[in-house]
């Protein structure tokens, strides 16, 4: 306490001067508008300055907390997309003429080959699920091939990619019908053979399935006119047609029943044997 007593009495001249200039400046802020508005600014600048700073640490002190919050709020949204309970349940097309949505099968192409000149594809529903063969596949954007043979949870399917695969099919525009083959080089276009040069044909015709089949229904998409061939032998086009569908990239696939083809194969025997 000594010590204290003894430095005021050091530094009473100094400690005067500080105290009567404190006065002053405080009676000066006081009845001086001037004065102490850019007193006020002045500590605003400095007290959000300091607010600023502290915000900024603060924000990179959350950033751990922030970043847990956020993975989990990704896990939740994983799990709602992945952990459906059958991720096959896709809407059923309406768009398909004469069939009914308790004729078509849901399925997914579990495997798919297309660099051979004889191409086939997997599914993952056979004849637990009612899939037979010779019935007709397709998705949302055209036709993808025909059941070739079944077990009781799988199913191989003859690509259009097959060079053994034949098609009927026709101009969208006309009834004027082809054979829909493969000539084994290009994964992304077929050919339409025998088609009259009476039809008229121009690139960017659509070409969809023919009603001479009882695999496919009238009017599925199979693709576009890219180029048009004469055969000079014949009176007949070749038709370059490119596909609506990437069939390097299948996903989802709809199996299409008919109930209509053992009875019109039956009634053709009949006609036949007689």
Sequence with gaps: MQQIFNFIIRNSNRLLFLLLLGISLGLTI?????HRSRVINSANFLS???YEKINHINEYLNLRAENDELVLENARLKSLLFNK????KLPLPDTIKGVKPADIIVSKVIHNTYSTHENFLTLNSGSNEGVKPDMGVINSLGIVGIIDDTSPRYSTVVSILNMKSQINAKL???????SLTWDGKSTGFVQLKDVPRLASVRKGDTIVTGGQSVI???????GTV???Y?????SFYVIKVKLFNDMTNLGHVYIIKSKDREELINLENKEKDE
Excluded: L
């Design 216 to 222: 496919f229904p009238e009017g599925i998409n199979i």
């Design 30 to 34: 006081q009845y001086h508008s001037f």
């Design 48 to 50: 959000g300055g300091v």
């Design 226 to 228: 890219e180029t048009i």
């Design 85 to 88: 309970e059958d991720t096959t």
């Design 172 to 178: 969208k525009k006309s009834n004027h019908f082809g």
């Design 230 to 234: 004469k055969e000079p032998e014949t």
